[in-house]
């Protein structure tokens, strides 16, 4: 990459105040006085100089290309028919375009996390300076930023030493969506490589967002006992008055927060949020509450229960101001990227534009100063209170409801237009004769999209009925959540490395992501308690973090109550926000820095080949939705972590699948003796969509093995895949014999049968190596 | 009789599916191909067609019918309480990857299947791998069975009620010997 750095050094200059001798001053350049570690061979790596890497892992795990269109409609020349082996105006191919609209999909989502990182170190700066500590760990985290040292070779120490790291991720993000234009890039390999360095990029962007934000805001520390804060519709006590916080950047909500408490006003007033804010304001404040993830934004603020709102950035309706001007909420927008077409208010007098917003002479005001957005929210939340005097319970009565209900003409066009394919109009016909159970069921699979009444020819309010039907079931969604605790701590990585590495912990699995769910939240929560019981580690992040506490067992408690917080094996590890999911990557590669001694700085390709050959690590995105999930997801496979997606997930184009009967395939050096060996097919595949909840539960157990692993831990691995597999599809796998590498493989409780399967498929032992994809350069040592 | 996606905003490219309008095409082509196999997702064994089950007239049209199976997900579970043994157990995105590769020999490893037909994935799901298909596999036919039409499958039902479906599987299974 190009270096701004500038370092100037005076030895002594003579002034109109006097003489000043021994200057010495650096513009965009991090201390490094302090860390002796080596520089590796990629620092700031461009965007061709891991491709190496990344074709090592394509050629095992191939794109399947699922075109979403078989047309490209970027450019005047077309719209071009690329169907089949057609060709564009161009000369594009399909394959190419595919991975042209996966990279623009990965460059969208990085890019959205890279601009909110730099709107939020820019105001912590202003607000704290650039010389504030970051310290995203006390004295339990010595290796603070492992993905930023990983990637830019750079050990940041103060908020100011972040713009560096922003500064050349603004510029790859800038050169890869360049490589979209019509006649750059055109072969799909090369477009691929480029998404990998589109997710790594992302993931270097969320933990400098992450880190700056826990160490200005003094947001739980790594802690493991984060506390557990309320998550649910129920929680929220409708006789105060009620701010909503919508979005993902916290600034404007750690003010309301802030003035609250400098009015004396904790208690009073209810601060409720959805999506990533709600979840990075509890990091801030217990008080607050998450009312869900992104979903429940429709329910919610048709509740009315909301006196205010206020947005920030990301994953917001954008319709909001619509909804909440149908219930005369008024709303703040607070991002420059997202304006919501209202008033640019920053100047004026918080008095003047409390009393537009109270009157409602205005729907909404613009307002990019975070401070008076928490003035002008407490206040206007306090006087829109007495007005919008009883709350509702749903801008429609039951018996309205119901007459809505009857005037459906079971024309279907609601369940044509659903995404989960829900028995809508079924469900309509019952409601309609007073029976809300078909369409209270149909609340716990409804992703909110609303698409159904979009499409309803006689403009019924479809999704208000939705809830008014399921009236109970949301009054008593009332649950605990522990806060995101950030980071994972040193310590906890030494003393789970080694069992991670040699798989006797069988495996980390991340559940992250948004929540397009194909069948309801509670499935996610089953899955991971499944993986939590199995003694997995269980790491969570952003929607599927709440999504996950919004269950209970049958003693009332949600899986944070029933697991420790400790990156552990049988760990419930909720990391934090989207942008915390820098910390899941960091603890796998922070396993190579801490517990193998590795060195990180600037030296990706080593520590991914680490990575991919020996932490047993599997990100589930069950409800992957958004372009930002791309990106993580990529960030994920560069380090060679495989990723499960529902049934939605093939919309994303292409999946990156291994072949396990292609033996070639499989074979990795063995760093002791330089020899070839075969070992299996693990993780058999970097991306794939499964289509029931069974089906990913066995597919995480599979994807959970890695070359490394020693004989105790892939016996262990092999009883977890052979026992879900048997229970959860009804036989033994076929495909054992691929995984067993020596007769100690075998878990012994279930040796009778695997024998029976190695002896069929004239299985032979072979040996387990010291695994690495990397070739060996001619001459080095 | 249309070509309306069953989900009505994926609509389809310029090549899209001919409509099987009778029973007859479906089961032609079925006797035309060398190495047929169905591909059975998970909710063919939750959809009611009145006393039986869509599962149970697959077990029956790949017994008569000598066509391979392909279980996706946990429809292999299903397939075992009606002690029926699919050829193969497999994703289905892994399965139509396969598809698209001209020197995979099948489930059996006898050869190439000419004829993959779809029934009971989601909607969304089968849609995508049949475009994949329609795409990357040319010497491939292919066929939807569910009563929804799909339009990126060689031939698809339209949006049918489930009467008329079930007198279209009737219909296959009765050319064939019990």
């Known amino acids: 990459m190009g270096t701004r750095d500038i370092s100037i050094r005076i030895k002594e200059i003579e002034t109109e105040i006097g003489q000043i001798k021994d200057i010495r001053f650096s513009v965009g350049r991090l201390a490094q006085e302090t860390w002796d570690e080596p520089q590796g061979p990629t620092p700031f790596p461009s965007i061709t100089a891991l491709r190496d890497w990344d074709l090592t892992l394509l050629k095992r795990y191939k794109p399947f290309y699922l075109p979403f269109c078989d047309l490209c409609c970027l450019c005047t020349f077309g719209k071009c028919d690329l169907t089949g082996d057609k060709k564009g105006a161009c000369g594009i191919t399909m394959p190419a375009q595919q991975s042209r609209i996966v990279l623009l999909a990965a460059c969208i989502g990085a890019a959205t996390h890279t601009s909110h990182a730099r709107e939020l170190v820019t105001h912590l700066i202003t607000e704290f300076g650039e010389d504030e500590r970051l310290d995203p760990g006390g004295l339990n985290i010595k290796v603070e930023a492992p993905i930023t040292r990983l990637v830019c070779g750079v050990k940041p120490e103060t908020l100011g030493d972040l713009e560096q790291v922003l500064d050349y991720a603004e510029q790859q993000i800038t050169s890869l969506l360049a490589c979209t234009h019509t006649g750059q890039e055109g072969n799909p390999l090369d477009l691929e490589s480029k998404v990998f360095h589109t997710g790594m990029i992302d993931h270097l962007s969320m933990e400098v967002a992450d880190i700056a934000q826990v160490s200005a805001y003094h947001l739980p520390k790594a802690d493991p006992d984060a506390p557990l804060i309320d998550i649910g519709f129920g929680t929220v006590d409708t006789t105060k008055p009620v701010i909503l916080v919508i979005g993902h950047n916290v600034p404007p909500a750690v003010e309301i927060m802030d003035y609250m408490q400098e009015n004396d ?517 | 009789m249309s070509q309306d996606a069953w989900l009505t905003a994926e609509v389809a490219g310029p090549k899209k599916a001919s409509l099987i309008t009778k029973p007859e095409i479906a089961d032609a082509m079925i006797r035309r191909a060398k190495r047929p196999i169905f591909i059975v997702g998970s909710i063919a064994a939750e959809i009611d067609l009145e006393e039986k089950k869509l599962i149970d007239y697959i077990i029956l049209m790949a017994r008569r019918c000598s066509i391979q199976v392909v279980a996706t997900a946990n429809t292999n579970s299903e397939f075992l309480k009606r002690n029926f043994t699919p050829d193969a157990v497999m994703p289905a995105v892994d399965i139509g990857n396969r598809l698209t590769d001209p020197t995979w020999q099948g489930v059996d490893g006898k050869g190439p299947h000419d004829l993959a037909i779809f029934v009971g994935l989601p909607y969304q799901m089968a849609w995508t791998i049949l475009s994949g298909l329609k795409n990357f596999a040319p010497n491939l036919k292919t066929i939807s069975l569910d009563n929804v039409y799909q339009p990126n499958a060689r031939w698809s039902f339209s949006n049918i009620s489930v009467k008329n479906w079930i007198m279209n599987l009737e219909a296959i299974l009765g050319n064939r010997e019990a």
């Open chain 1, 265 to 781: 006003l904790v208690g009073t007033i209810e601060v409720t949020g959805i999506c990533c804010t709600g979840i990075d304001m509890t990091r801030y404040s217990q008080k607050a509450k998450i009312i869900g993830p992104i979903s429940w934004q429709i329910r919610y603020v048709r509740s009315g229960i909301p006196d205010i709102i206020v947005v920030d950035e990301q994953c917001i309706r954008t319709d909001i101001l619509d909804e909440a001007r149908a219930l005369q909420i008024p709303v703040i927008a607070t991002s420059e990227k997202n304006c919501l077409g209202l008033p640019n208010r920053t100047g004026d007098r918080s008095d003047a534009i409390i009393d537009d917003l109270v009157s409602g002479r205005t729907d909404g005001a613009f307002i990019l100063n975070p401070e008076m957005v928490g003035e002008i929210a407490v206040r206007t939340a306090m006087r829109m209170r007495p007005k919008h005097k009883k709350k509702k319970g749903s801008i429609l009565s039951p018996d309205e409801a119901i007459e809505e209900a009857k005037r459906c003409t079971q024309c279907r066009e609601c369940r044509r237009a659903c995404p989960n394919d829900l028995h809508i109009s079924d469900a309509m016909r019952a409601f309609g004769r007073n029976d809300p159970t078909m369409l209270a069921e149909i609340y716990d699979a409804c992703v909110g999209c609303i698409k159904c009444e979009q499409a309803c020819t006689q403009d019924i309010p479809i999704h208000s009925l939705i809830i008014i039907a399921a009236g109970e079931k949301l009054k008593n969604e009332a649950f605990r959540l522990r806060a995101g605790r950030g980071a994972i701590q040193d310590i906890e990585i030494r003393q789970v490395g080694g069992p991670i590495v040699l798989g006797e912990i069988p495996g980390i699995v991340a559940f992250v992501g948004c929540a397009n769910y194909p069948g309801g939240g509670h499935e996610l929560a089953e899955m991971a308690i499944e993986f939590a019981n199995r003694r997995f580690i269980i790491c969570t992040s952003g929607c599927a973090a709440m999504t996950i506490g919004m269950y209970r067992d049958e003693d009332g408690r949600s899986p944070y109550e029933i697991y420790p917080g400790n990156f552990e094996a049988g760990g419930m590890v909720n990391v934090g926000s989207c942008v915390s999911n820098a910390h899941i990557s960091g603890a796998a590669v922070k396993i190579a820095s801490i517990f193998a001694r590795r060195n990180l700085r600037g030296n990706y390709e080593e520590i991914a080949d680490y990575v991919y050959n020996r932490v047993g690590a599997v990100g589930v995105a069950w409800g992957a939705m958004s372009q930002k999930a791309a990106s993580i997801a990529a960030g994920f496979w560069r380090l060679g972590i495989p990723v499960i997606v529902g049934p939605h997930g093939t919309k994303y184009r292409r999946m990156l699948l291994g072949r396990s009967d292609h033996d070639d395939d499989w074979y990795v050096n063995d760093a002791r003796t330089g020899e070839q060996v075969y070992v299996g097919p693990v993780p058999e595949h970097l991306f794939i969509a499964v289509e029931t909840k069974e089906e990913a539960m066995v597919m995480i157990a599979k994807l959970s093995m890695r070359p490394n692993d020693t004989s105790r831990g892939r016996a262990l691995k092999l009883t977890h895949y052979i026992d879900l597999h048997r229970r959860l599809l009804g036989s033994m796998p076929t495909d054992i014999h691929r995984f067993v590498r020596l007769e100690a493989d075998i878990p012994i409780t279930m040796k009778e049968d695997i024998v029976a399967i190695l002896k069929e498929k004239d299985w032979r032992e072979t040996v387990i190596p010291d695994p690495t994809l990397i070739q060996k350069k001619e001459g080095s040592s």
